[in-house]
């Protein structure tokens, strides 16, 4: 029986070539990134900035997006948000956080229900305080940064410093674009945001994690041949695998695009957005060209291994009576 084979087994493209190019652009995406993030900041959700979410339903023939605003309006309740999500009569309302605690949140419901007046269907009501927004906010940040911190450590064991340290600044690259898109874009943050993040991580770090084993292989069956052919190869023979994995994700993930609903769009944009253009493109033409400028080569390798040769020879020698 043949096996399924996506990327043809003599395929020798040139990765290493477009360094060059890479480079620049992921510098010159990570500085508008930055730039965005820190100028027009993130879309905190009712999650991280307190207040009340609700998703209602009207039936689609009486739906009025100007008569539920003016009915919303009327409450004067500071700032609201009145959004109609996709063709069935369902609009999403954000109201800000009041004053009084949450007793004044939960009062704000009950203002909207009789505001909004009967034949409408409350889907979702979520409301979030602010010391429990702040909490979650804080918890979220400590996490990424803590799954940062792992991932450095345990490549560091698994691999050379050279590995740990470009693994680390893919990640990194790939979580500041991530945010720099969430920024422009204006997509909600919130904990579902969190993880995707996080799953961002895993998904990229996998990739990194399968092509960086390859080049350390066969850093140790050829010592001679030149890096960059080096480097070329492995990609090449995961590339079949890095293809099925990320076009199984990528279905996936429009599915839930497509048919999530309001309640994980946040989510699965910004997965789609990390896992599958992201990360991708960050494993082969970020991460595996910097161990070119990390000091990893085969010469460097090779001169490695005679060392750890000799030393173990002359242990041996010392020992045998």
């Known amino acids: 029986m043949r096996l399924l084979r996506i990327v043809p087994d003599d395929t020798h493209f040139d990765f290493m070539r477009f360094r060059r190019i890479s480079f620049p652009i992921s510098a010159l995406l990570s500085i508008v990134a930055l730039v965005a993030f820190l100028t027009l ?90 010391r429990v927004s702040q909490e979650l906010l804080s918890y979220g940040i400590v996490g990424l940064m803590m799954a940062v911190l792992c991932i450095l450590i345990y490549l560091w064991f698994r691999f050379e410093w050279q590995f740990a340290l470009g693994a680390s600044i893919a990640n990194f690259h790939d979580i500041v674009l991530t945010i720099g898109f969430m920024a422009i874009f204006r997509i909600d943050f919130d904990l579902t945001s969190v993880a995707a993040l996080l799953t961002i991580l895993g998904y990229s770090l996998n990739d990194t994690i399968v092509i960086y084993d390859r080049i350390r292989e066969m850093l140790r069956r050829y010592k001679k041949m030149p890096t960059d052919e080096l480097l070329n190869q492995s990609i090449n023979s995961t590339l079949s695998r890095s293809v099925i994995t990320h076009v199984t994700v990528t279905l996936a993930l429009l599915a839930l695009v497509l048919f999530g609903g309001r309640a994980i769009h946040s989510f699965s944009v910004t997965m789609m957005f990390g896992v599958v253009l992201v990360g991708t493109y960050t494993s082969i033409f970020i991460a595996s060209p910097l161990l070119i400028y990390l000091g990893v080569s085969t010469r460097a390798n090779a001169e490695k291994l005679e060392k750890e040769a000799k030393a173990a020879k002359s242990k041996a020698e010392r020992v045998t009576p």
């Open 41 to 130: 900041g993130l879309n905190f959700g009712i999650d991280f900035k307190g207040g009340t979410l609700l998703e209602v339903r009207y039936p689609a023939s009486s739906l009025n997006m100007g008569d539920v605003r003016s009915r919303l309006e009327a409450l004067d309740l500071g700032e609201v948000q009145i959004q109609a999500i996709g063709n069935d009569g369902e609009v999403l309302i954000r109201i800000a956080q009041q004053p009084g605690g949450e007793q004044a949140q939960q009062a704000v419901v009950g203002r909207v229900r009789a505001a909004l007046g009967e034949g409408v269907e409350y889907r979702r009501i979520e409301v979030v305080g602010p």
